[in-house]
């Protein structure tokens, strides 16, 4: 069973350009989270999907940031435009059930500069 | 609200001694308490969790950690460190109690060296 995949591994892009993240969950889970580590900081939550829904958007920095999980599979994450502050890791995490253990991808690094 | 706080950002030990990382929580009900660890270029990976069934928990690796409520405490440790378990260690409390894993808040890591 392949786990969550994360595309790119890496990206460095200039401040005021857009950046979209995508992450493939592990079929059939439909949860996904996403997270993210600023340098220097805790990982923080940023969003949680159920199937192709938002179940909670707390985590979300601002409106630069736009989350969409389309049919339920794949989610991407989009920076529009991005700042200096946005750079860090990417983390994407997906489970069965609500409440079951989350499966963790690689993560992508992102660098703005 | 829950927090937790991983007290050393680097611990060093040598190949063969035991492992001691320490975390304390914090939380406004039962609490439910993991450990992660992440190896260089490598996703997060769970070691082992806290479910309120048992106050010593066994991860995987040889990794155990021990919920002591009086010290709010939840230390991960191993008899004996491998040049393997090198890596970063996240101590995470979940938003939801009863072991049930919901929006997961990280410490701030904990990485591990091993000197051969």
């Known amino acids: 069973e392949a786990g969550v995949t994360q595309f790119p591994s890496h990206s460095v892009i200039e401040k005021g350009q857009t950046v979209t993240l995508r992450c493939d969950p592990i079929?059939?889970?439909?949860?996904l989270y996403w997270y993210r580590r600023v340098m220097g900081k805790e990982i923080k939550f940023l969003l949680h999907?159920?199937?192709?829904?938002?179940?909670?958007e707390s985590g979300m920095p601002n409106n630069r940031f736009l989350a969409e999980r389309t049919g339920g599979t794949y989610s991407t994450l989009k920076v529009q435009p991005a700042e200096l502050e946005d750079s860090g890791v990417y983390f994407c995490?997906?489970?069965?059930?609500?409440?079951?253990?989350?499966?963790f991808g690689q993560g992508t690094r992102l660098t703005v500069v | 609200a829950q927090s937790v706080t991983q007290l050393d950002s680097h611990v060093s030990v040598s190949e063969g001694t035991p492992v001691l990382l320490r975390c304390n929580y914090s939380?406004?009900?039962?609490?439910?308490l993991f450990w992660y660890v992440q190896h260089p270029n490598k996703g997060l990976q769970l070691l082992l969790k806290?479910?309120?069934?048992?106050?010593l928990v066994k991860g995987i690796n040889g990794f155990e950690a021990e919920f002591k409520k009086s010290e709010t405490s939840f230390h991960l440790t191993k008899p004996s460190a491998h040049m393997s378990d090198a890596a970063e260690y996240f101590c995470?409390?979940?938003?939801?109690?009863?072991?049930?894993?919901?929006?997961?808040?990280f410490g701030k890591g904990t990485k591990l060296s091993v000197k051969p």
């Open positions: 939380s406004s009900y039962s609490p439910s």
């Open positions: 806290y479910t309120s069934a048992a106050t």
């Open positions: 995470v409390v979940s938003d939801r109690g009863g072991g049930s894993q919901g929006n997961l808040i």
């Open positions: 995490a997906s489970s069965r059930r609500q409440g079951t253990e989350a499966f």
């Open positions: 079929s059939g889970h439909d949860n």
């Open positions: 999907f159920v199937k192709e829904s938002k179940q909670d």
